[in-house]
């Protein structure tokens, strides 16, 4: 008679990458490949990960699976560490094992913890863990064919054109997330102004027609240009509307309307507030669901 196995929690090693891969594509998103997953899970920006999550075995099976992204940012001038919780997933047979996942990833000392795509009842575990939620009021804005007319600006996805036109931070940005799976950037040039942006392609209503705005360098330069802005998502990258976060764009497009149940992203921080928050560094910009 085999003896039974121990069901134990595990850090997600570099050699372990692709067997959690494999079973992500298996049993949470079909639509990425195991490959997928394993470029996901390795984050391209420089920063010192202890794992890349933990994993669920049973014996030498992976049966669950809680993804971490690791980055190190500066809020007010201070280096401080972040643990993004990605995704999340355990097969049914074992889910009374779930929490120690969990339990693992927030019982790294160090660090401020976010979960940027929490499902519904995620959201309700989180909760009691003492995550509060950040402020995604979201709005909906959609990109309209406008005639294009002369001398409106440039916007440019070429590297070579982008590494000349950016400096310092955003310049740094935009190296970081250059190879990230989810990650699209553009750069909106008008004379001497540019405008980093930073998004990806979502899903709204069961349909990838849309983009999310995670991250905008100059607000303004963004608002002015939100015409040939829109007009450009639509044509180059088949997105019908924007999803954007007023406090992210640094305003409030028109037209559009408010989404009356936006998607929850929450933190778990002693010292920082949700307003210190962004998206980059984080699953979101990892994986292309």
């Not at 929450?266 to 507030?273: E, F, G």
């Amino acid at each position: 008679m085999t003896a039974p196995t121990e069901v134990c929690v595990a850090p997600i090693r570099d050699t372990d990458r692709s067997r959690v891969g494999a079973f992500l594509h298996a049993n949470l998103n079909a639509r990425l490949s195991g490959d997928d997953w394993t470029r996901a899970i390795s984050v391209p920006w420089d920063v010192e990960s202890p794992n890349a999550g933990f994993m669920l075995l049973d014996g030498d099976e992976v049966v669950g699976v809680q993804l971490a992204f690791y980055s190190e940012r500066s809020i007010e001038g201070r280096r401080e560490r972040f643990c993004n919780l990605g995704a999340w997933c355990v097969l049914p047979e074992h889910r009374f094992h779930s929490l120690r996942l969990l339990k693992a990833a927030l019982g790294q000392r160090g660090y401020h913890f976010t979960d940027l795509s929490p499902s519904g009842n995620v959201v309700r575990i989180n909760s009691r863990l003492n995550f509060r939620f950040l402020d995604t009021a979201t709005i909906l804005a959609p990109n309209l064919p406008w005639p294009s007319s002369p001398g409106p600006g440039t916007i440019t996805s070429d590297p070579a054109l982008i590494e000349r036109t950016l400096t310092g931070h955003d310049l740094q940005l935009y190296r970081d997330h250059a190879t990230a799976g989810a990650a699209r950037q553009l750069v909106l040039i008008r004379g001497d102004e540019s405008c980093l942006v930073i998004f990806r392609k979502d899903r709204w209503k069961r349909l990838r027609l849309f983009v999310s705005i995670l991250y905008v360098g100059n607000p303004e330069l963004l608002r002015e240009l939100a015409r040939p802005f829109g007009r450009h998502l639509l044509l180059r990258h088949g997105a019908v509307a924007v999803l954007a976060e007023p406090r992210v764009l640094g305003y409030r497009p028109r037209p559009g309307f408010e989404i009356q149940s936006p998607r929850r992203k929450m933190l778990r921080s002693a010292d920082l507030n949700p307003t210190d928050v962004d998206y980059l560094y984080s699953e979101l910009v990892c994986v292309s669901w």
